[in-house]
């Protein structure tokens, strides 16, 4: 069977509650969505589509191939079914090896135990068949294999990804508290952005939020910052099909944009770093970058987006100053931005109460392992606006 050609079940993974947003990915792409979990969707498609996906999707993770779901109630089944599949048209014996997983089950306590004993599995079917066994270790610089093990159906992946998607590996310098560019695509999804007119982020830090505004506009894939991927280590794999997936995503980068993307940090140093990281990505001539107070940020002309991500307080900051800030954000957005659509992200929903505007739509996300609300407000100018105190769940 030859699995560059051969339709099977791939799960792309990503950060918990992108997976909305990833179905979303998918389905422009025209794959199927099988199923849709808390991290991650379920589709069909052969390895050469792993190529597109991983170059494609801005939300994803990783993105797994599977090869087998067995049944199996203890580690030496899973060993035993493991070494009974075919390695050596899989992987070179030549190719460096790394087995990663997830495993609930009654009979493993030590996730480092049974990832050895898939290595195990692999290197011996190597070792009998070829002769050669790969070196193996932790570092995602070939093939990897991964172990999904929950009740008593194990089931094992390629590893088409390595290293994670998340990050778009543009960003060299991400900043104090930076957002996961996957992060940020998903909620730059969720504003529905498109290009389609201005785009302003007071508070930028890093530039992560408007480096991806101009990627999305610019209709740039991440993929094109990153060379590095496991599937490039797997038997069979042809290097002008890679290629010819990036040459034609390069021909889909538009050369400029219709509006104004601009970021703005009263830190000289946070804008320092955001120009570094948007040349890095290709983009920073589309971006007008300013080093002032929010409240002095530029304003084109309505309709455009204002996207805030405030500090929340957990790690950066003391409360009582960033209620200030909130109530700030939130006259600034009164006063100043009539006829926008205004977001706020935070992690702090007390302090999401200070803007001092009820929200038309909260949507739910996780930064790292905090509960996070991206927070829409429509601007009205006249009677139509809003002040009321928001009540966020």
């Known amino acids: 069977m030859n699995l560059w050609t051969t339709p099977h079940k791939i799960v792309v993974t990503c950060l918990k509650r992108l997976s909305p947003f990833l179905e979303e990915e998918l389905r422009a792409l025209a794959f199927p969505v099988t199923r849709t979990f808390s991290n991650g969707v379920e589709t069909t498609g052969t390895l050469t589509d792993c190529i597109r996906l991983n ?25 035993d079914q493991l070494k009974g599949i075919s390695w050596e048209s899989v992987i070179e014996p030549s190719t460096y090896l790394t087995v990663t997983g997830s495993v609930t089950h009654p009979t493993v306590n030590n996730s480092m135990f049974i990832n050895m004993k898939v290595k195990d599995a692999v290197v011996d079917r190597l070792r009998a068949k070829t002769g050669q066994r790969p070196d193996s270790g932790p570092d995602l610089k070939g093939a990897v294999v991964n172990l999904y093990w929950k009740e008593d159906i194990p089931e094992v992946f390629l590893d088409t990804s390595g290293e994670t998607l998340a990050k778009h590996g543009y960003r060299l310098h991400p900043g104090r508290a930076p957002m996961m560019e996957a992060l940020a695509s998903a909620t730059l999804m969720a504003a529905q952005w498109k290009g389609d007119m201005p785009f302003v982020n007071p508070m930028c830090g890093s530039g992560t939020l408007a480096i991806e505004a101009a990627l999305m506009a610019t209709g740039r894939a991440p993929g094109l910052y990153r060379d590095q991927y496991a599937f490039r280590h797997i038997k069979g794999y042809r290097e002008e099909d890679y290629r010819a997936v990036r040459e034609k995503l390069s021909q889909r980068v538009l050369p400029k944009l219709p509006h104004r993307i601009i970021a703005s940090d009263i830190s000289e140093g946070s804008i320092k770093q955001a120009r570094f990281n948007a040349r890095q990505a290709g983009v920073e001539e589309f971006i007008e970058f300013e080093v002032c107070d929010f409240a002095e940020t530029s304003l084109p002309q309505p309709p455009a987006i204002i996207f805030f991500n405030p500090e929340y307080g957990e790690r950066l900051g003391e409360l009582q100053e960033l209620e200030k800030t909130y109530e700030r954000v939130g006259d600034f957005m009164k006063q100043k931005c009539a006829g926008y659509t205004g977001y706020v992200f935070t992690g702090n929903l007390d302090l999401a109460k200070k803007v001092g505007l009820k929200p038309q739509r909260r949507i739910e996300f996780f930064s790292a392992k905090l509960d996070c609300r991206l927070l829409k407000y429509e601007l009205y100018s006249g009677s139509k606006r809003v002040n009321d105190q928001a009540v966020v769940s």
């Open 55 to 79: 170059l494609e999707l801005r939300c994803a993770s990783q993105v797994l191939y599977s090869l087998k779901a067995f049944k199996a109630e203890h580690p030496g089944q899973v060993y």
